[in-house]
């Protein structure tokens, strides 16, 4: 995991590496030193999930207030998205929602999408709009998203439904001129916005020359089997393309290095990204194998939940809706986050 990692949206050579600079709580992804340990890699994380997780119609545990989180760190006062963590205060807490796109255009049509920029459809519009009434009582200090529309869309359309009416602005470093020209001249406004970080690192694995293929019609010319290697083996790439192991390296490097220190910071952070690259950061944070990950699928627009606590990751499922107990039974963070949300709205 040492090579300096190449943007292939530029067309040259990044200017950053990402080598990690720190430890990291997460294994290495090599199979032979993972753990054999989560009891949930066969499930679908998304729909056939949710029984997992139902809540169990208990009201959520009497609510001790607690002093809110510190935010240490201010993306808006920086022109660079690499320098504002300071991972040294620690909080004991903060909340990780992964979430994959909505259905996209080829989704729908059954077609291999990878790096290519397809937009949601009117039903992937309204997973979205579903996700973010899933986490609207959930609190959220940033959104990375990838590089591609679809996961953008998913990430605005899901804060139009959030419960903290904070604006979602993304942020633009691409150059000195997209940086002044898109700065923010009031601090109150910036108290009011919710930085969003978009980096390739987190697009879909690239699929190579299967890119717009009919995933049957290419069943049905190479076989079932061939092609299930292509799509769900762990170190198989697609012709020209990567392998979900390729995928994970740069993925979980960009997790490593870009969101893990803000969660170490306190901040609440949304990734809304694709089903291969949030796969390989679920192989992390779930520490599973090479062959758990293989049965690991998850559903279009279908948020996932997990609790960053000293330096470990506790899965929490899917919200199944703003008014879920167990998500918000489960740490009086998140439980006081929302009971300041009900405070407000009277
Ligand atoms: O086509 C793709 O980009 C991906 C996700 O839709 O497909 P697969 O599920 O085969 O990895």
Same mark, same amino acid.
């Given at each position: 995991m040492d090579a300096a990692v190449c943007n292939p949206f530029l067309g040259t050579s990044s200017s950053r590496c990402y080598v990690s600079s720190r430890p990291c709580v997460c294994p290495d992804l090599r199979g032979s030193s993972m753990r054999l340990s989560s009891e949930f890699f066969k499930v679908e994380i998304g729909r056939s999930e949710r029984s997992l997780f139902q809540s169990s119609g208990k009201k959520p545990s009497p609510i001790i207030a607690l002093a809110s989180q510190t935010s240490v760190s201010d993306p808006f006062s920086t022109s660079s998205k690499n320098n504002y963590s300071d991972?040294?205060?620690?909080?004991?807490?903060?909340?990780?929602?992964?979430?994959?796109?909505?259905?996209? @255009?080829?989704?729908?049509?059954?077609?291999?999408?990878?790096?290519?920029?397809?937009?949601?459809t009117k039903k992937g519009v309204e997973e979205a709009i579903e996700a973010g009434k899933r986490i609207s009582n959930i609190p959220v200090d940033m959104i990375y998203t990838s590089s591609l529309i679809r996961a953008q869309m998913t990430a605005m359309l899901a804060m139009t439904q959030h419960r903290q009416r904070k604006v979602p602005i993304i942020l633009h470093d691409e150059n000195e001129r997209a940086r002044t020209w898109s700065r923010i001249y009031s601090e109150e406004t910036k108290k009011q916005s919710i930085p969003v970080i978009t980096d390739w690192?987190? %697009?879909?694995?690239?699929?190579?020359? @299967?890119?717009?293929? %009919?995933?049957?019609?290419?069943?049905?010319?190479?076989?079932k089997e061939q092609v299930h290697?292509?799509?769900?083996?762990?170190?198989?790439?697609?012709? %020209?393309?990567?392998?979900?192991?390729?995928?994970?390296?740069?993925?979980?490097?960009?997790?490593?290095?870009?969101?893990e220190p803000q969660l170490f910071a306190g901040k609440n952070v949304m990734i809304a990204a694709h089903g291969n690259s949030l796969r390989s950061i679920i192989m992390c944070l779930d520490k599973l194998t090479s062959q758990e990950v293989i049965s690991l699928e998850l559903s279009t627009g279908i948020p996932l939940l997990y609790i960053f606590k000293e330096g470990r990751y506790v899965r929490r499922g899917s919200p199944v809706g703003p008014t879920e107990a167990g998500v918000y039974a489960y740490t009086r963070t998140l439980a006081q986050y929302r009971?300041? @949300?009900?405070?407000m709205s009277y």
């Amino acid at each position: 995991m040492d090579a300096a990692v190449c943007n292939p949206f530029l067309g040259t050579s990044s200017s950053r590496c990402y080598v990690s600079s720190r430890p990291c709580v997460c294994p290495d992804l090599r199979g032979s030193s993972m753990r054999l340990s989560s009891e949930f890699f066969k499930v679908e994380i998304g729909r056939s999930e949710r029984s997992l997780f139902q809540s169990s119609g208990k009201k959520p545990s009497p609510i001790i207030a607690l002093a809110s989180q510190t935010s240490v760190s201010d993306p808006f006062s920086t022109s660079s998205k690499n320098n504002y963590s300071d991972s040294s205060k620690k909080s004991n807490e903060a909340a990780l929602i992964l979430i994959r796109h909505g259905e996209s @255009l080829w989704n729908e049509k059954n077609l291999f999408t990878g790096s290519v920029d397809v937009p949601l459809t009117k039903k992937g519009v309204e997973e979205a709009i579903e996700a973010g009434k899933r986490i609207s009582n959930i609190p959220v200090d940033m959104i990375y998203t990838s590089s591609l529309i679809r996961a953008q869309m998913t990430a605005m359309l899901a804060m139009t439904q959030h419960r903290q009416r904070k604006v979602p602005i993304i942020l633009h470093d691409e150059n000195e001129r997209a940086r002044t020209w898109s700065r923010i001249y009031s601090e109150e406004t910036k108290k009011q916005s919710i930085p969003v970080i978009t980096d390739w690192q987190l %697009n879909e694995r690239m699929y190579g020359e @299967l890119q717009g293929l %009919n995933k049957q019609e290419t069943a049905e010319r190479y076989g079932k089997e061939q092609v299930h290697e292509w799509r769900r083996s762990y170190d198989i790439p697609p012709p %020209n393309g990567e392998s979900l192991e390729m995928c994970a390296q740069r993925a979980v490097m960009y997790f490593r290095n870009e969101i893990e220190p803000q969660l170490f910071a306190g901040k609440n952070v949304m990734i809304a990204a694709h089903g291969n690259s949030l796969r390989s950061i679920i192989m992390c944070l779930d520490k599973l194998t090479s062959q758990e990950v293989i049965s690991l699928e998850l559903s279009t627009g279908i948020p996932l939940l997990y609790i960053f606590k000293e330096g470990r990751y506790v899965r929490r499922g899917s919200p199944v809706g703003p008014t879920e107990a167990g998500v918000y039974a489960y740490t009086r963070t998140l439980a006081q986050y929302r009971q300041n @949300l009900d405070e407000m709205s009277y």
